[in-house]
């Protein structure tokens, strides 16, 4: 219990960034189905976030005077922006080959003819 | 009060018993709001049809219905589709009522009784009253049942589609008040009803009857409440729940009902302020001491009750007089409707905000003075508050 | 053993939960399963937003990410989950391969973030920073309720673990994407003087690409005739 009682730094914070990134690419490699490789995106861009804003925090680090501050907020602001934005048209793409082909199955997606 | 308590406790005990006595009484608002809204729409809708409802159980009003209905849920058979995916149908009641009830923790109940407040208040409860849909779609997909796929698919997209226009329509009070923080604006609306958002210029006037009819849709009631439509779908997403789960819904949609009933009432109708300042009259105010004080604040509590109360039978009056709306018109009249008044009276509101900024008549004072509570009139003499009180309190 | 801090508490329950379902997105098998997992991920993010002072950003995340492209995301699964396309599995080989790829990853990753030192432990906000704030709050606006003193939020100079006001961010966000940066009218080290724009600019930008997003998505996701089945 000796762990509840220290304060949180940006290590904590990086880690956490780090296994969700992680998951994300591992997802994006494995996942035969388009939404599954769409959503290792969504953990991708996530991890980055989470490292953004404990870099912006001015409480978890002892000099505080070097944190981003609200940088690290706008640029997750517009992290979170552009990833719906992307999301967006992954999905149109993925629900336009399904009515084409019939399935979201990425190893079908082998030829250029549409 | 997590601060006073901590003068006689361990502060992180007394931190986690005010914390969870906090979600104790915020968790009676969808228990026991569900089952008096319930008794309200029997009692109403009975009225409308001319006939009287509930009257053996409890007496001439039939209060005990509702405790017998509960007790009859609560002890119903478990029951679960055979095709049924297990886990996910039986969490998607209960992902509804976590949405419901996170909105209520960001909402003020009155000046300072709130549980978290969050300088982003209002959008912190737009955001979570727009996670309920999960439950509903997931509540659609694991009952493996065609109607349920469709109504829940109904309402999702009625749901994210009406966000938008609501969204808009809550950014003008906003506007005018200059915060997120819901504390805040209700403090502005002190005073007299005159003071009240609704009453500020008319385009905020329109705004609350365009929001009231977006959170109408958002929620689900009727005339939008085609996922749901006994004649239609049977009961769409909750077709094939029974016993508690059929609860946990239940109280999901009264608890969002009074959310946004309540965030209307502390955007548009001054929250917790009644129409004429009696606490301010009586004295009941912080500078008499903390027991007046509490008394003021518990007379406020009353007046944002009876408020949340009138709009949500209100939106179950709507729902008897109307006929349900197909779902190519609910979506008419959210993209052709209902999205571009709120774009013309969010600018419109601007407008009325930059010519006029104090208001016009009654309201004809400039903003710093016009606050009740310790915003302050100038920044210097804030600044020399703050100096002098930390000189005062040995810089500790 | 000192008393609990909840800050410390918290951050423990949401990184685990963000992180456990994260990887549960990862091993499991259906797609549907996998919509929910990481529903309940990105939630626990934005939990760790509002930790870690960035309330704006969590209720952002929860409106934007989690209310609006989850939902788009479980939309385009509940369109196309049907029979097999429920769980597609992946061979053995290509498992490994990115097992190598996640190790590689990990151990570049994981000791980068815990190089630094100042980085381990927190910053618990002092008297003269508390002023600090005040004065701040004061200059930023005189109409905003400056902290209203809540069970949550930042970390304090106590030390007892419960944090002391509330961090205001919207307003200085609101007025950091117009241009004006409001939030660095004190004293800044001459290392992050440079940084000081706003960024009015990256937000005109990225509206004009959301139009253009909302028009192509719109056109790509028409409806027409659908193939029949292979």
Redesign the interface.
């Given at each position: 219990?000796?762990?509840?009682?220290?304060?949180?730094?940006?290590?904590?914070?990086?880690?956490?960034?780090?296994?969700?990134?992680?998951?994300?690419?591992?997802?994006m490699?494995?996942?035969?189905?388009a939404?599954?490789v769409?959503?290792?995106i969504?953990?991708v861009l996530?991890g980055a976030?989470?490292n953004f804003?404990?870099f912006?925090?001015?409480?978890?680090?002892?000099?505080?005077?070097?944190a981003?501050?609200?940088?690290?907020?706008?640029i997750?602001?517009?992290v979170?922006?552009?990833?719906?934005?992307?999301?967006?048209?992954a999905?149109?793409?993925?629900?336009?080959f399904?009515?084409?082909?019939?399935?979201?199955?990425v190893d079908r997606a082998d030829e250029l003819k549409g | 009060m997590?601060?006073a308590l901590?003068n006689y406790l361990?502060?992180?005990l007394a931190?986690?018993s005010?914390?969870l006595l906090q979600c104790v009484l915020l968790l009676l608002v969808p228990f026991v709001g569900a089952m008096f809204f319930v008794w309200v729409e029997r009692k109403v809708s009975a009225r409308i049809q001319d006939r009287l409802g509930p009257t053996r159980c409890g007496g001439k009003f039939g209060w005990l219905q509702l405790l017998a209905d509960g007790l009859k849920l609560i002890t119903k058979e478990d029951l679960r589709p055979g095709d049924a995916?297990a886990?996910?149908f039986r969490i998607a009641p209960y992902i509804s009522f976590c949405a419901s009830f996170a909105a209520l923790l960001a909402l003020p109940f009155s000046n300072?009784w709130v549980a978290?407040?969050?300088?982003?208040g209002v959008?912190?409860i737009?955001?979570?009253l727009?996670?309920e849909?999960?439950g509903v779609?997931?509540a659609g997909?694991a009952s493996a049942s065609k109607w349920s796929?469709f109504g829940a698919?109904r309402e999702?997209a009625q749901v994210?589609s009406y966000?938008v226009p609501l969204g808009m329509c809550v950014v003008v009070p906003v506007l005018i008040?200059?915060?997120?923080?819901l504390?805040?604006i209700g403090?502005?609306q002190a005073g007299f009803f005159t003071q009240w958002l609704v009453f500020h210029d008319p385009f905020t006037f329109i705004t609350f009857w365009v929001y009231f009819t977006c959170a109408t849709a958002s929620v689900n009631r009727a005339p939008f409440d085609l996922a749901e439509a006994e004649s239609e779908l049977v009961a769409g997403f909750h077709t094939e729940y029974s016993g508690f789960r059929w609860l946990a819904f239940f109280m999901a949609e009264y608890g969002s009902m009074f959310a946004v009933s309540g965030l209307a009432a502390i955007l548009f109708f001054g929250g917790w302020n009644g129409p004429i300042p009696i606490t301010s009259m009586l004295g009941l105010t912080p500078e008499n001491g903390p027991v007046l004080a509490w008394i003021g604040n518990l007379l406020g509590l009353f007046n944002f009750i009876f408020k949340c109360v009138l709009g949500v039978t209100f939106m179950v009056w709507v729902r008897w007089t109307l006929p349900r709306l197909r779902i190519d018109q609910v979506m008419q009249v959210c993209l052709k409707y209902c999205t571009p008044i709120a774009a013309v009276m969010f600018l419109g509101a601007t407008c009325w905000t930059y010519l006029l900024p104090g208001g016009v008549g009654l309201r004809a004072m400039p903003?710093?003075q016009r606050?009740v509570?310790?915003?302050?009139?100038?920044?210097a003499a804030?600044?020399d508050r703050?100096a002098t009180t930390?000189v005062a309190r040995g810089?500790? | 053993?000192?008393?609990?801090?909840?800050?410390?508490?918290f951050?423990?329950l949401y990184?685990l939960v963000?992180?456990g379902f994260?990887?549960a997105?990862?091993i499991s098998t259906s797609?549907?399963?996998?919509?929910?997992y990481?529903?309940v991920?990105?939630?626990a993010?934005a939990g760790?937003?509002f930790?870690?002072?960035?309330?704006?950003?969590g209720?952002?995340?929860?409106?934007?990410?989690?209310?609006?492209?989850?939902?788009?995301?479980?939309?385009?699964?509940?369109?196309?989950a049907q029979g097999p396309?429920v769980s597609?599995?992946?061979t053995g080989g290509?498992?490994i391969?990115?097992?190598l790829?996640?190790g590689c990853?990990?151990a570049l990753?994981?000791p980068?973030?815990?190089t630094?030192s100042?980085?381990?432990?927190?910053?618990?906000?002092t008297?003269a920073?508390k002023?600090a704030q005040?004065?701040q709050t004061?200059?930023v606006?005189?109409?905003?309720?400056h902290g209203?003193?809540?069970?949550?939020g930042?970390?304090d100079a106590d030390?007892?673990?419960?944090p002391d006001k509330?961090?205001?961010?919207?307003?200085?966000?609101g007025m950091?994407?117009l241009g004006a940066?409001v939030?660095?009218l004190g004293d800044?080290?001459e290392?992050?003087r440079p940084?000081m724009s706003g960024?009015l600019l990256?937000f005109e930008v990225?509206s004009v690409?959301?139009l253009v997003?909302?028009v192509?998505?719109a056109y790509?996701?028409r409806s027409?005739r659908?193939?029949?089945?292979?």
């Amino acid at each position: 219990m000796q762990i509840l009682t220290q304060s949180v730094g940006v290590s904590h914070y990086l880690v956490v960034g780090a296994v969700l990134f992680i998951s994300g690419v591992v997802c994006m490699a494995v996942k035969r189905n388009a939404l599954g490789v769409l959503m290792g995106i969504e953990l991708v861009l996530n991890g980055a976030n989470v490292n953004f804003v404990a870099f912006g925090s001015k409480f978890l680090r002892s000099d505080s005077a070097y944190a981003l501050g609200l940088d690290g907020q706008l640029i997750s602001l517009f992290v979170i922006v552009l990833a719906a934005a992307e999301a967006a048209v992954a999905l149109a793409i993925t629900l336009n080959f399904y009515n084409n082909h019939s399935t979201v199955d990425v190893d079908r997606a082998d030829e250029l003819k549409g | 009060m997590a601060e006073a308590l901590a003068n006689y406790l361990w502060p992180w005990l007394a931190y986690l018993s005010v914390g969870l006595l906090q979600c104790v009484l915020l968790l009676l608002v969808p228990f026991v709001g569900a089952m008096f809204f319930v008794w309200v729409e029997r009692k109403v809708s009975a009225r409308i049809q001319d006939r009287l409802g509930p009257t053996r159980c409890g007496g001439k009003f039939g209060w005990l219905q509702l405790l017998a209905d509960g007790l009859k849920l609560i002890t119903k058979e478990d029951l679960r589709p055979g095709d049924a995916d297990a886990v996910l149908f039986r969490i998607a009641p209960y992902i509804s009522f976590c949405a419901s009830f996170a909105a209520l923790l960001a909402l003020p109940f009155s000046n300072g009784w709130v549980a978290q407040n969050l300088d982003v208040g209002v959008f912190f409860i737009l955001a979570v009253l727009g996670l309920e849909v999960f439950g509903v779609i997931l509540a659609g997909y694991a009952s493996a049942s065609k109607w349920s796929l469709f109504g829940a698919m109904r309402e999702a997209a009625q749901v994210v589609s009406y966000e938008v226009p609501l969204g808009m329509c809550v950014v003008v009070p906003v506007l005018i008040t200059g915060s997120m923080n819901l504390v805040t604006i209700g403090q502005m609306q002190a005073g007299f009803f005159t003071q009240w958002l609704v009453f500020h210029d008319p385009f905020t006037f329109i705004t609350f009857w365009v929001y009231f009819t977006c959170a109408t849709a958002s929620v689900n009631r009727a005339p939008f409440d085609l996922a749901e439509a006994e004649s239609e779908l049977v009961a769409g997403f909750h077709t094939e729940y029974s016993g508690f789960r059929w609860l946990a819904f239940f109280m999901a949609e009264y608890g969002s009902m009074f959310a946004v009933s309540g965030l209307a009432a502390i955007l548009f109708f001054g929250g917790w302020n009644g129409p004429i300042p009696i606490t301010s009259m009586l004295g009941l105010t912080p500078e008499n001491g903390p027991v007046l004080a509490w008394i003021g604040n518990l007379l406020g509590l009353f007046n944002f009750i009876f408020k949340c109360v009138l709009g949500v039978t209100f939106m179950v009056w709507v729902r008897w007089t109307l006929p349900r709306l197909r779902i190519d018109q609910v979506m008419q009249v959210c993209l052709k409707y209902c999205t571009p008044i709120a774009a013309v009276m969010f600018l419109g509101a601007t407008c009325w905000t930059y010519l006029l900024p104090g208001g016009v008549g009654l309201r004809a004072m400039p903003y710093a003075q016009r606050y009740v509570t310790s915003a302050p009139a100038d920044a210097a003499a804030e600044l020399d508050r703050i100096a002098t009180t930390r000189v005062a309190r040995g810089g500790e | 053993m000192g008393p609990i801090n909840w800050h410390t508490f918290f951050f423990y329950l949401y990184a685990l939960v963000a992180c456990g379902f994260a990887v549960a997105v990862v091993i499991s098998t259906s797609i549907v399963r996998m919509a929910l997992y990481l529903i309940v991920a990105l939630g626990a993010t934005a939990g760790l937003f509002f930790l870690a002072g960035a309330d704006f950003v969590g209720a952002m995340q929860l409106m934007i990410y989690v209310g609006g492209t989850l939902v788009l995301l479980i939309f385009g699964v509940m369109l196309t989950a049907q029979g097999p396309l429920v769980s597609l599995r992946t061979t053995g080989g290509d498992w490994i391969v990115a097992m190598l790829l996640a190790g590689c990853l990990a151990a570049l990753l994981i000791p980068a973030g815990l190089t630094v030192s100042s980085w381990h432990t927190g910053h618990p906000v002092t008297t003269a920073e508390k002023d600090a704030q005040d004065v701040q709050t004061v200059l930023v606006s005189t109409t905003i309720a400056h902290g209203v003193p809540t069970a949550g939020g930042l970390p304090d100079a106590d030390s007892n673990g419960i944090p002391d006001k509330q961090p205001i961010t919207a307003a200085p966000l609101g007025m950091g994407l117009l241009g004006a940066r409001v939030d660095k009218l004190g004293d800044v080290p001459e290392a992050l003087r440079p940084g000081m724009s706003g960024y009015l600019l990256p937000f005109e930008v990225i509206s004009v690409h959301l139009l253009v997003v909302l028009v192509g998505a719109a056109y790509l996701a028409r409806s027409k005739r659908r193939a029949p089945n292979r």
